[in-house]
């Protein structure tokens, strides 16, 4: 079984600081991955980044990076130099690689918002 | 490339009716995939699919059907709409397990 947990229900950040989100996992499967979404107050989901279980390096995208700790079973999003249009839902999602492949899990999200 | 389409957008149904709701992707993505969204919450898995003709339950698989008879199309049937089934539904496409998802903008689903 999969789980994904984010303490964080609600966030803020000043505009142009940096902001890390959490997510915690746990799954009985040896390869999977790990995705951040965003989805904004229009609806719909955007895709943010990706880190695979055996990738050694962090992942980043931009502004966006994962903050990847295998041991213990996390996979932050940190979020840099904040901009008012970062104000949104966050989504943390784990999918199966062998068993039950392609079988995707989501935590509940973050809201965070941005202080201008 | 429309990417991942979804209709109806809204749609308003009386308990005990049954409906589908369409999605179809021109990514030849051969991952698809249906999540419910209920208000503040994460998506929930209902179905989803590795393959023309092969289907698989998610974590909330009771009262919604699924087949896969193109790579392109993922129809989400439910039997007899109840209440709870008050939700937005999404649709999603990938290349594989490692890709990520593409969403449909989602269907407004209102059960009375």
């Known amino acids: 079984a999969q789980k994904i947990t984010q303490t964080q229900p609600g966030m803020f950040v000043q505009e142009k600081e940096a902001v890390t989100l959490d997510c915690t996992y746990d799954?009985?499967?040896?390869?999977?991955?790990l995705f951040w979404y965003k989805q904004p107050s229009s609806g719909e989901m955007i895709f943010l980044i990706y880190q695979g279980s055996y990738d050694q390096q962090n992942a980043t995208e931009g502004r966006y990076s994962l903050n990847f700790q295998k041991a213990r079973k996390s996979a932050n999003l940190v979020i840099s130099a904040s901009q008012l249009g970062d104000s949104a839902m966050y989504f943390c999602?784990?999918?199966?690689?062998?068993?039950?492949?392609?079988?995707?899990?989501f935590g509940d999200g973050t809201t965070l918002t941005v202080k201008p | 490339n429309a990417g991942v389409t979804q209709t109806p957008k809204f749609q308003v149904l009386k308990t005990g009716q049954s409906m589908t709701l369409q999605c179809a992707q021109d990514m030849n993505h051969e991952y698809m995939s249906w999540y419910r969204q209920d208000p503040g919450m994460g998506l929930r898995l209902i179905h989803y699919?590795?393959?023309?003709?092969?289907?698989d339950q998610g974590e909330v698989p009771n009262g919604y059907n699924v087949s896969r008879s193109t790579t392109e199309d993922f129809p989400l049937r439910l039997l007899s709409a109840a209440p709870s089934q008050t939700s937005v539904y999404f649709c999603?496409?990938?290349?594989?397990?490692?890709?990520?998802?593409?969403f449909g903008p989602g269907t407004r689903l209102t059960v009375l």
């Open positions: 999603a496409s990938s290349y594989s397990a490692i890709n990520e998802q593409f």
């Open positions: 999602a784990m999918r199966a690689m062998n068993t039950n492949a392609g079988k995707s899990t």
């Open positions: 799954t009985s499967d040896p390869s999977y991955g």
């Open positions: 699919s590795v393959g023309a003709g092969i289907t």
